[in-house]
């Protein structure tokens, strides 16, 4: 059974730069085939897709965060990493990192969640 | 950019069939997938291409598309099915990942 568990600070200040680590347990993210996701979701909102990185490393981003996101896998083994630059407070949110799965026609869908981590921006 | 248009809130009462919508330009060519997310926990899978059930689902859940509408049905509605259902799914590029707004599902 594939678990996936988020860690990073809570609290972010304006301006500075979100970054959170995944780290995956009972399956390697090396492994091959799955695409390691982020997604968030505001207080009371929907969910809102950021990006994934597939084993090989390719990155595919959201065309609206595109140009703030960073998504890596981690330098130790099986966890992958998400960097958002220049926060506000609209970008405080719950954010999950996710297993995506690439079904028939190569479309990907989310089949293991982490639990979710609030970071909050404020000053 | 490309949007999944969800009704906010659907009630039924218990045992009835609840039935929530997803409209979307690309849902033609494009499959439909469902999560259910209850307060406070992260989504889970309950509907994946369109109509197939990932295991430990009940069959209650069933889903179906046709044009550009998708379709969940909760069949026989319990009152743990209350959540937030999303649907989700992809433009007709493939590059925008899209959930729809969500739709809370009310069972009393």
């Known amino acids: 059974q594939v678990q996936l568990q988020e860690s990073g600070p809570g609290l972010v200040k304006p301006s500075q730069t979100l970054s959170l680590t995944c780290t995956v347990s009972?399956?390697?993210?090396?492994?091959?085939?799955?695409?390691w996701s982020w997604i968030r979701q505001h207080p009371g909102k929907g969910l809102e897709w950021i990006g994934y990185?597939?084993?090989?490393?390719?990155?595919y981003y959201n065309p609206s965060l595109k140009s703030l996101v960073t998504i890596s896998v981690g330098t130790s083994k099986n966890q992958f990493s998400l960097k958002l630059s220049s926060v506000t407070a609209a970008d405080t949110a719950v954010y999950y990192c996710?297993?995506?799965?690439?079904?028939?026609?190569?479309?990907?869908?989310?089949?293991?969640w982490g639990q979710g981590t609030l970071v909050t921006v404020s000053s | 950019s490309y949007e999944l248009t969800q009704p906010p809130s659907v009630s039924v009462s218990p045992g009835q069939t609840a039935r929530i919508t997803c409209s979307g330009d690309?849902?033609?060519?494009?499959?439909a997938y469902w999560y259910q997310q209850k307060s406070g926990q992260a989504p889970v899978l309950v509907i994946y291409?369109?109509?197939k059930r990932p295991s430990g689902i009940p069959e209650r859940f069933s889903g179906s598309s046709s044009g550009t509408m998708a379709t969940l049905s909760v069949s026989g509605a319990q009152v743990e099915d209350e959540a937030d259902y999303y649907c989700?799914?992809?433009?007709?590029?493939?590059?925008?990942?899209?959930f729809g707004g969500g739709t809370k599902l009310t069972v009393l």
């Open positions: 996710a297993r995506g799965y690439s079904g028939s026609y190569l479309e990907v869908y989310f089949d293991y």
């Open positions: 009972g399956g390697s993210i090396s492994s091959g085939g799955y695409y």
């Open positions: 990185i597939y084993y090989s490393g390719s990155t």
């Open positions: 690309a849902l033609p060519k494009k499959y």
């Open positions: 291409e369109d109509s």
């Open positions: 989700y799914s992809t433009d007709s590029s493939g590059n925008h990942r899209v």
